[in-house]
Every structure is written in structure tokens, then in C-alpha cells.
């Protein structure tokens, strides 16, 4: 993937902190830039601040302090509509309308754009080619689908309109192991071919190595540290150590199963 450092970041959180009404502080002091055409991995525990950054990037949620910028407009100044309409969202659980079929579910936003139908047909048929789906499924409705096919037409549907930014949470982490890592191949080659910026939310560190350009690590509504996959298997930081050695410990469970 290639990454684009001579350009302002395409997403700058500066001083950025999030409080819940009765006082709950998520997110802390939050400086975190993504350059244009990387995969920045938020990786943490559960309450770590992952999604919560997330939501503040598309003005899901408003910081209670600091300042989001978005292709060097504050979000704050943005238009919702635009700001949401320019940035794809996955999550794990999919989000599709159920009364709708896949093909219209993915060209939800081109058409609230006004794009002429057989554009809009054309799309999702390219899109259903890209993610790895048979054309015929585009009359189909999500619960006629396994749990991979509709994870795939909700990356689709986040790429319908061609969006500069992806933030994906946790978007293969409901998914069995076989169709999780075929995920995560199509998405190394979506990404190596489209050169989107994405902002990629996992508490997997496999994942996290495997798919990220750069690891933000989170850990109580704080950023830890950034490192690149190999800085981070090599990083003397507590708690990425923490992770490397789960990690590890993980590998080692697996090979002395094997050998018992």
C-alpha cells in the first residue's frame, strides 16, 4: 500500500477528549494523525477508546474537548451529511437493512447521490466482483446470506460511493476462522489495489500485524504508542510486550498440542 506522507494527514485528532454525561472519561488528551493511503490499526482491550475514536472521526459523537480534523477541515465545521456520506463504515455486525436486498443495500449512498440507475447497477455489480460474490446475489436479502457473505456486501456497501476513508470496527471479528482469513486476504488486495486511508478497529494482535501499516496502541481512553508491526513485535513498551508475549504464548500452546 502506499502511503502518502507529503500531504497533511487525511485524519488528525489534536488533544482530542471524550467525557459520557455522568462523567465518565473515555478518551483522554488524543493526538493521533493517519497519513493518506495507510491502514492505522487502533488496537486495545475492551473500554480501551477504540470504537469511541472511531465514532468521532464521522461526528458520530462530539468531543467534549480538543478538535477532529478531516482532510484538514475540523469535523465541527463540516457538513454531517457530506462528512459521513465522504467516509465508509464497517462493523462487525453488519448493519444491513433487512428489508432490503443486497444490491440495493449497497447502493444506498450513490443513491441518495443521485446517481442514474444504470450506474448504480453497474457499481454493484463491480462491487460484488471485487469483494468476491456471485452477481446473482445482488437479489437477494441479508438473511439469505451466510455471516461472510454479509460481512463482504458490508464492505461493498462502505466502497459504493468510492470514499476516500474506511473505518472499520471490528469487521471480521464475528466471523470462524477459515472466513476471517479470507477476509483479510481480500482486504490486503482491495487495499493494495484501492489505496484508501483506514482507520481499522481489532484486540487482535494477529490481525493487527497482519493488516496494519501502523499499530496505534489504546489502552484506557489513552494512546500507549504507535509502531509499525515489526517495531511493535520488538517494543520494549509494558503493555505492547504484553501483548507480543500472549501472542507468542498463543503459537506455543498450538505447536506443543501438535507434538503431545
Not at 26 to 54: D, I, M, P, W, Y
Request: proline letters at 4%; hydrophobic letters at 45%.
Amino acid at each position: 500500500m502506499k502511503v502518502n506522507h507529503s500531504e497533511d494527514p487525511a485524519i488528525e485528532l489534536r488533544d482530542v477528549a471524550y467525557t459520557l454525561p455522568n462523567g465518565q472519561l473515555l478518551l483522554s488528551a488524543l493526538n493521533l494523525q493517519v497519513e493518506r493511503g495507510e491502514t492505522l490499526v487502533l488496537l486495545g482491550r475492551s473500554g480501551s477508546g477504540k470504537t469511541t475514536t472511531l465514532k468521532l472521526i464521522n461526528r458520530l459523537l462530539i468531543p467534549s474537548s480538543g478538535e477532529v480534523l478531516v482532510n484538514g477541515t475540523s469535523t465541527a465545521k463540516s457538513d454531517v451529511i457530506r462528512l459521513r456520506r465522504g467516509i465508509g463504515y464497517v462493523i462487525q455486525e453488519v448493519g444491513l437493512f433487512p428489508h432490503y436486498t443486497v444490491e440495493r443495500n449497497i447502493a444506498l449512498v450513490p443513491r441518495l447521490e443521485g446517481w442514474p440507475a444504470e450506474r448504480l447497477h453497474q457499481r454493484v455489480e463491480e462491487l460484488l466482483q471485487m469483494v468476491g460474490l456471485e452477481a446473482q446475489l445482488a437479489a437477494r436479502y441479508p438473511h439469505q446470506l451466510s455471516g461472510g457473505q454479509r460481512q463482504r456486501v458490508g464492505v461493498a456497501r462502505a466502497l459504493a460511493a468510492d470514499p476516500a476513508i474506511l473505518l472499520m470496527d471490528e469487521p471480521f471479528g464475528a466471523l470462524d476462522a477459515i472466513t476471517r482469513d479470507q477476509l483479510q486476504r481480500e482486504f490486503l488486495s482491495l487495499q493494495q489495489r484501492l489505496n484508501k486511508t483506514v482507520v481499522f478497529v481489532t484486540h487482535d494482535l494477529r490481525e493487527a500485524l497482519r493488516l496494519g501499516s501502523r499499530i496505534a496502541l489504546m489502552e484506557a481512553g489513552r494512546l500507549i504508542t504507535i509502531l509499525s508491526p515489526i517495531e511493535f513485535l520488538h517494543s520494549t513498551d509494558p503493555l505492547a510486550a504484553a501483548y507480543v508475549r500472549a501472542f507468542a504464548a498463543g503459537l506455543d500452546s498450538i505447536a506443543n498440542r501438535g507434538t503431545s
